[in-house]
């Protein structure tokens, strides 16, 4: 270089190789597969986004929050990803390279390679969870597998339906026996006046597909009992109990117990709510007996329609159950196991309990017996409705 010459002289690289990709986007750049839908249903880059070069411009929405971002383009074998890289230049993205040889050298160089794929839907639909690190394309995808029974589509279930169904959660379960009544639209926001007289779980199938047609949703219209409790939980990854009474509480309670499945628990009363997760898996982790240990009296513990309830309350408390389950199926955060997280909706305020495993525990104390489903439900009285 002659000393006229200034590094602005200098080339821009265009180009970089497989490896170097890989470097760049655990450091936080993105990586974009350019091919079409088709080509990418055997294969893509691990934590690359899937947006046919067609496409590319749709890019500008997808992280328009930030347009300084690095990004890279891949396509077959490393020539439509340049053309897809002019294009974002000229969009006005400052960094941009292709890769070289495109995915057939990814794979010839044994880099990660994700067995499925965001499609553009996808990748537009879950766009800002894929900007972040601690969610991105693998946790997204883990969101997508996940199968999750939600009891109860009132109150609590509707905030938390609405929110998981909504984040791509694959598969939502929804289990509830009631009817949508006019006094449930005050705070049961699945539902509408049109649907007033129509099953819960079918109201909420309705609202939850307009949503976001791309999940898949179970539903049935059924009380959960003794003698269902096991069947209609088997199978899925996480339970949230959206419930308004405490024999459905104690059933759910032991089924996820003797099932491994962590359970996120909330519940709500006039202007406070709480929320916790009683999970299983951890030896450390209490259960709902330890918090518990014995059924109120209807008198100490009435339910909504006979005490009240803030219209909101539950959205809010619904929503923590949300959040909980999310973290819990991405593997990420400090999740509520051992707390108890109380919210005073008229203070405005949150409180934290610490909750611990009780030694001496009916339902999870070392050498603790079954005595079967029927006779927990038996001691908790007669099922109540969600």
Known sequence: MSTHESPASVLPVIEIEPAQALVRMRAGALLVDVREDDERAGGMPDQAIGLPCARIAELVELVAADRSRELMTICASGQRSLLARRQLVELGFSKVVS????????????????????????????????????????????????????????????????YLAAAGVGTLTLIDNDKVERSNLQRQVLHADARIGMAKTESARISLAALNPTIRIETHETRLIAANVESLLLGHDLVIDGADNFPTRYLLDAATRRLRIPLVYGAVHRFTGQVSVFDSRRVDSPCYRCLFPQAPSAAEAPNCSEAGVLGVLPGIVGMLQANEAIKLVLGRGRSLTGRLLCFDALDASFRELSLARDPACLGCREGAAFAGYEEIAESCGDQQSF
């Open 99 to 162: 890769v070289r040889g495109g995915y057939q050298r990814w794979k010839a160089e044994a880099l990660p390679v994700a067995e499925g794929l965001l499609d553009a839907d996808s990748a537009e639909r879950y766009s800002r969870h894929l900007l972040l690190p601690e969610v991105g394309v693998a946790g997204q995808a883990r969101l997508g597998r996940a199968r999750i029974a939600l009891i109860g589509a009132g109150g609590l279930g509707s905030p938390v339906a609405l």
